[in-house]
């Protein structure tokens, strides 16, 4: 396209565009002819991001951004692309496009750009909802997460836009462990403020929920400390008091609102295995309050502390050791649990308060040994 080409076209655009936009279209053609191509891109955000631009950015896109498309930045250059590809009639035009965007800034110098987009081929290819292009998703997922890694440092906003739909893809296939740790690093690369109301409500629901399916997830203190949980109130209120009761392992909490549980199709699918979650999240909340020192337990006691039946007790340690939450050894003569460590845990406040209260008895008893040294040792230091 020559100059006089480009000139016609933005003529013929400035007649679609509305008056609020039109200086745009102006700086267009000026940035265009002064080939001042920084500030011609940022002028083409702004001209995009606005939505009244919609009906033709797919076409500002094809016609004239592509004509200078390698002399700008590429992660720009695809941020205008995602911008265009929103306004395609379908996913199947919409993959055709992003592909061909991806392809494009496929360049040595580039693959942050192509990690951009080929994570936005992904996320279409999830939108398709077929095996064949749910497969596709997964090694264009893998693909990029393999250039990722190569990366000493990338902008946020591709780390971002890759946890985002590797969580979509880790919860379209029930992975429920992966979908959490993916969703709560998106969240990390992300101001909570950019995404709507609706938007964190329902990633909150869906993170508390993958919590508690999950057989692998025991601690939930990065959830609860995250602002993304705040979403969940009015009638949603209950799972976060769910989440707490489990990570302070409220048996009796967990009694009152386990009725919520039957109510939900995906948790009542789980309802045994959210149940012996809360037995071993009790044991050890149990093992965690005791000092070191005071931290062999009888078969009685941990009943008690956990309301495991006397003769489940040893399988339930069991399964906390193989989990890697306790560490410890088993007496079955004397029915005696001698645990020598718990897996560190982030604490809420109360937690918090009880281990300022146990160094402050530490520290007590610090003391307490001192005099006593000082009182019995006078013979041998005394001038």
């Known amino acids: 396209m020559n100059v006089d080409t480009v000139a016609d076209f933005l003529a013929d655009q400035r007649d679609e565009t509305p008056d609020e936009l039109q200086y745009l279209i102006i700086q267009f053609e000026n940035?265009?002819?002064?080939?001042?191509?920084?500030?011609?891109?940022?002028?083409?955000?702004?001209?995009?991001?606005?939505p009244k631009s919609e009906p033709q950015r797919l076409k500002f896109y094809k016609v004239f951004i592509l004509k200078f498309a390698d002399k700008i930045n590429q992660l720009k250059l695809v941020d205008l692309g995602l911008k265009a590809a929103a306004t395609c009639r379908d996913h199947q035009e919409r993959l055709t496009f992003l592909a061909d965007l991806a392809k494009k800034v496929d360049n040595e110098n580039s693959q942050d750009a192509y990690v951009y987009a080929l994570t936005a081929v992904a996320k279409v290819q999830l939108q398709l909802r077929n095996d064949e292009s749910v497969e596709a998703a997964r090694k264009d997922l893998d693909k990029a997460e393999r250039i990722l890694d190569s990366f000493d440092s990338v902008e946020t906003k591709v780390h971002a836009a890759f946890y985002q739909v590797n969580a979509d893809y880790y919860k379209a296939q029930m992975d429920f462990a992966a979908y959490y740790r993916n969703a709560l690093l998106y969240l990390a690369c992300i101001d909570l403020s950019s995404i709507t109301p609706e938007e964190r409500k329902r990633r909150a629901y869906d993170l508390g929920i993958a919590a508690l399916v999950s057989d692998s997830i025991y601690n939930f203190g990065e959830l609860l400390q995250h602002p993304i949980l705040a979403a969940l109130t009015g009638e949603l209120s209950w799972l976060q008091d769910l989440l707490?009761?489990?990570?302070?392992?409220?048996?009796?909490?967990?009694?009152?609102?386990s009725g919520h549980i039957d109510d939900h199709p995906l948790l009542s699918e789980h309802d045994d295995d959210i149940r012996q979650k809360i037995y071993l999240t009790a044991l050890t909340e149990s093992v965690f309050r005791?000092?070191?020192?005071q931290r062999a337990m009888s078969f009685s006691t941990i009943s008690a502390d956990t309301k495991v039946r006397k003769n489940e007790i040893e399988h339930l340690v069991m399964k906390a050791l193989s989990l890697g939450l306790v560490r410890g050894t088993i007496d079955e003569v004397d029915e005696l649990v001698n645990f020598t460590w718990v897996q560190p845990r982030v604490l809420d406040?109360?937690?918090?308060?009880?281990?300022?209260?146990?160094?402050?008895?530490w520290g007590e008893n610090v003391n307490?040994?001192?005099?006593?040294?000082?009182a019995t040792g006078q013979d041998i230091w005394a001038p």
């Open 31 to 50: 940035f265009w002819e002064r080939k001042l191509w920084h500030q011609l891109t940022d002028a083409l955000i702004e001209f995009f991001a606005n």
């Open 244 to 257: 707490r009761a489990f990570n302070r392992g409220d048996l009796a909490a967990y009694d009152v609102l």
């Open 290 to 293: 005791r000092p070191p020192h």
């Open 349 to 361: 406040m109360g937690q918090i308060a009880s281990m300022s209260q146990r160094l402050g008895e």
């Open 368 to 374: 307490k040994l001192g005099n006593w040294i000082e």
